[in-house]
């Protein structure tokens, strides 16, 4: 049976292969690529290079773009890097927003600092000349650019440091550094909590790399995006979670980042919930959860709801037999009997037999024509 199996994948991996169509085609003397035109050079010297990439002998093309370049050097390196005799290039394909986002354009662009004749593909969209480094098209200085080493799409090395985001991280070490998760790095001396800043005007969208204080980095392991503990803590982002065991931290439950227990505490990022019981604590979902005794919304409790007829709803209700409430409060006057949820009605999520609600707010007379 298993060889009959093997058989039959065989066949059929040969089959979708020869099935498969490139975006390329010729057809009535002319070349198109998804079904429109390309306006080409010379259509004797046509040659596809990938499933974007093609050439003729005076130019080039993207996605059936024209690109400006030296026909017969030009070589694709990957579905988005490209060279000619003396031009990098790189080139993608999205959304525009333009439209809306509901039509792709190709962008096309030149690296004009890159050196053709030694720029070399990585992995994970990491490129380098012999002089410097490179990300999806964007430059970064690298301090020896014959060792950069990528480690994932966020982070790369070094002989002498270890960088993230493309950007150096000060005082790392760039031969034992290494990644230990999505937002986590350490070498043989500290370890390293990295993050994209979007919350300060004065640095917003520049790249941060802290060390954990005091974190060991040979017993460091990653709990989740946001937790973490060697033998002596356990951490939430870049600081200490203070009173947290790290023998017995754990996540609440799995892919849900914002909540960890051990054996007695409750914490909600980095904050103990200190109304809760470990041992009966459940989460209802991402941000409404319960004990034995008591809800919570987050860290908070819920002081008047009844746990046995609580229910979460969805886009940020939840109700029990007596109340209402909309992310953790209370929803004044509506009516949890008749309480539900709408649909595909203008500035209205919910309603009750008295009155129409958006985000947890009464909607009044005229609130639509606001």
């Given at each position: 049976?298993?060889?009959?199996?093997?058989?039959?994948?065989?066949?059929?991996?040969?089959?979708?292969?020869?099935?498969?169509?490139?975006?390329?085609?010729?057809k009535?003397?002319?070349?198109?690529?998804?079904?429109?035109?390309?306006?080409?050079?010379?259509?004797?010297?046509?040659?596809?290079?990938?499933?974007?990439?093609?050439?003729?002998?005076?130019?080039?093309?993207?996605?059936g773009?024209?690109?400006?370049a030296?026909?017969?050097?030009?070589?694709?390196?990957?579905?988005?890097?490209?060279?000619?005799?003396?031009?990098?290039y790189?080139?993608?394909?999205?959304?525009?927003?333009?439209?809306?986002?509901?039509?792709?354009?190709?962008?096309?662009?030149?690296?004009?600092?890159?050196d053709?004749?030694?720029?070399?593909?990585?992995?994970?969209?990491?490129?380098?000349?012999?002089?410097?480094?490179?990300?999806?098209?964007?430059?970064?200085?690298?301090?020896?650019?014959?060792?950069?080493?990528?480690?994932?799409?966020?982070?790369?090395?070094?002989?002498?440091?270890?960088?993230?985001?493309?950007?150096?991280?000060?005082?790392?070490?760039?031969?034992?550094?290494?990644?230990?998760?999505?937002?986590?790095?350490?070498?043989?001396?500290?370890?390293?909590?990295?993050?994209?800043?979007?919350?300060?005007?004065?640095?917003?969208?520049?790249?941060?790399?802290?060390v954990i204080?005091?974190?060991?980095?040979?017993?460091?392991?990653?709990?989740?995006?946001?937790?973490?503990?060697?033998?002596?803590?356990?951490?939430?982002?870049?600081?200490?979670?203070?009173?947290?065991?790290?023998?017995?931290?754990?996540?609440?439950?799995?892919?849900y980042?914002?909540?960890?227990?051990?054996?007695?505490?409750?914490?909600?990022?980095?904050?103990?919930?200190?109304?809760?019981?470990?041992?009966?604590?459940?989460?209802?979902?991402?941000?409404?959860?319960?004990?034995?005794?008591?809800?919570?919304?987050?860290?908070?409790?819920?002081?008047?709801?009844?746990r046995?007829?609580?229910t979460?709803?969805?886009?940020?209700?939840?109700?029990?037999?007596?109340?209402?409430?909309?992310?953790?409060?209370?929803?004044?006057?509506?009516?949890?009997?008749?309480?539900?949820?709408?649909?595909?009605?203008?500035?209205?999520?919910?309603?009750?037999?008295?009155?129409?609600?958006?985000?947890?707010?009464?909607?009044?007379?005229?609130?639509?024509?606001?």
């Open positions: 049976m298993k060889f009959v199996y093997l058989i039959l994948s065989v066949l059929g991996f040969s089959f979708l292969l020869s099935c498969k169509k490139s975006g390329y085609e010729t009535n003397g002319a070349v198109y690529y998804k079904g429109n035109k390309v306006n080409l050079e010379d259509l004797d010297s046509f040659e596809e290079l990938n499933s974007v990439f093609a050439r003729d002998a005076v130019a080039a093309y993207y996605r773009s024209y690109i400006e030296h026909g017969a050097s030009f070589e694709a390196l990957d579905e988005h890097y490209a060279k000619d005799k003396s031009t990098v790189y080139c993608d394909n999205s959304l525009d927003g333009q439209t809306y986002f509901t039509s792709r354009k190709n962008s096309i662009k030149r690296l004009p600092k890159a053709a004749a030694s720029f070399e593909l990585l992995s994970n969209g990491y490129a380098k000349d012999k002089l410097h480094g490179y990300s999806n098209g964007v430059l970064f200085p690298v301090h020896d650019i014959a060792s950069l080493q990528p480690l994932d799409y966020s982070f790369c090395k070094d002989k002498i440091t270890g960088y993230y985001a493309l950007t150096m991280i000060p005082n790392s070490d760039g031969p034992s550094f290494e990644v230990v998760g999505n937002s986590f790095a350490k070498d043989r001396n500290q370890v390293f909590y990295c993050w994209i800043n979007y919350a300060d005007p004065k640095v917003r969208n520049l790249p941060v790399a802290q204080p005091g974190a060991d980095p040979q017993t460091f392991a990653v709990l989740d995006l946001a937790y973490s503990k060697d033998k002596n803590r356990v951490y939430y982002k870049n600081q200490p979670l203070n009173g947290a065991d790290p023998l017995t931290a754990r996540l609440v439950e799995p892919n980042q914002d909540y960890l227990s051990d054996t007695t505490q409750v914490f909600y990022q980095n904050t103990l919930i200190s109304e809760a019981d470990g041992a009966s604590f459940e989460l209802l979902n991402d941000f409404y959860a319960q004990d034995h005794k008591t809800v919570f919304y987050q860290d908070k409790p819920l002081k008047n709801s009844d046995a007829t609580f979460v709803l969805e886009s940020g209700y939840a109700k029990d037999n007596k109340h209402v409430y909309f992310e953790g409060k209370e929803v004044k006057g509506a009516d949890s009997a008749s309480f539900k949820l709408v649909e595909n009605v203008y500035n209205q999520d919910a309603a009750d037999a008295k009155h129409a609600y958006h985000a947890g707010k009464i909607k009044k007379p005229g609130d639509d024509n606001l």
